[in-house]
């Protein structure tokens, strides 16, 4: 009972507490100066995430994210103080439901940002309502302002995804000829009406259990993965480090933007295969990787 209302108190500070950035920490066991969190991914990992967390889950797995005032509508998960000479694709992310809501995928998203990227959810944290997909474009207006500046100086606003869940799938697919990105990842969504919506893409898609006529739409020239997992509508996000969804979108991630040979072989090998997707693919061998600068 004691533990109980301590960890219910302990919880009421620290969630009223400002997010500002504090000293690094480890939260995970591994090789090198920045600890795995994910053992599945754990080669690959680059950074670790320092902003005041609130109180572990059940999982023993803390939650970190920040806002900024010029963003105030979105949450943003990204580390602090990354090697100065290194530089952070961003990951533009629509919520499952349209629901303004950043911390709707906050297990997912931690994982992705703490191996070296930035994602930016559409919502605020715990906040109300629906977005749409002026939201995502809002976040990537935001990183073409701030990336390579100040706080953001490690920001890379030349190597941007645009992705989402459900509903957020669907923002992302208003996203597909939008220059400023490389590629879209499209999670458990697909189009119900617009068949044709897919014709004009110029964007390489890769989707996560997704819609067998969407993917049968797109361009025929156009780079395209198709994996499905049986794990339902759901997905594995709030499975501890996003399970095995988080495990592939890294991986899609480390090779779309920053150019990783394994994390591709993921792909255009027996990877997925092995962790349990079924898979179809087309023109993987035109995916424009981005050379890391």
Request: charged content about 15%; proline content about 6%.
């Amino acid at each position: 009972m004691r533990f109980a209302v301590l960890t219910s108190l302990l919880a009421t500070a620290i969630t009223a507490l400002p997010l500002e950035p504090r000293q690094n920490v480890s939260t995970g066991t591994g090789s090198g100066i920045y600890p795995a969190r994910n053992p599945d991914n754990r080669q690959n990992r680059n950074f670790i995430l320092t902003y005041i967390p609130l109180v572990a889950n059940s999982r023993g797995h803390s939650k970190h994210y920040t806002t900024d005032h010029t963003l105030a509508k979105h949450t943003i998960y990204m580390p602090v103080n990354p090697p100065p000479d290194v530089k952070l694709p961003v990951v533009v992310w629509g919520n499952g439901a349209c629901l303004a809501n950043g911390l709707r995928f906050q297990d997912f998203l931690t994982e992705i940002a703490s191996h070296g990227y930035i994602a930016i959810a559409s919502g605020a944290p715990n906040g109300t309502g629906n977005t749409t997909s002026r939201w995502m474009t809002d976040s990537i207006d935001w990183v073409g302002k701030h990336a390579g500046k100040g706080r953001y100086a490690t920001v890379d606003a030349k190597r941007i995804v645009a992705a989402g869940q459900s509903c957020g799938g669907l923002e992302t697919y208003d996203q597909k000829n939008d220059p400023r990105i490389r590629g879209l990842g499209i999670f458990n969504s697909g189009l119900r009406n617009n068949t044709m919506a897919w014709q004009t893409s110029q964007s390489p898609c890769f989707t996560f259990w997704a819609g067998e006529r969407d993917y049968k739409n797109l361009p025929a020239g156009t780079p395209s993965w198709k994996g499905n997992q049986p794990v339902g509508h759901a997905g594995t996000y709030r499975q501890l480090y996003g399970g095995t969804f988080g495990v592939a979108a890294v991986k899609w991630l480390d090779w779309l933007l920053k150019g990783d040979a394994t994390a591709a072989d993921f792909f255009k090998g027996d990877g997925a295969v092995a962790a349990g997707w079924v898979v179809e693919s087309k023109n993987l061998d035109k995916v424009p990787v981005a050379a890391a600068p």
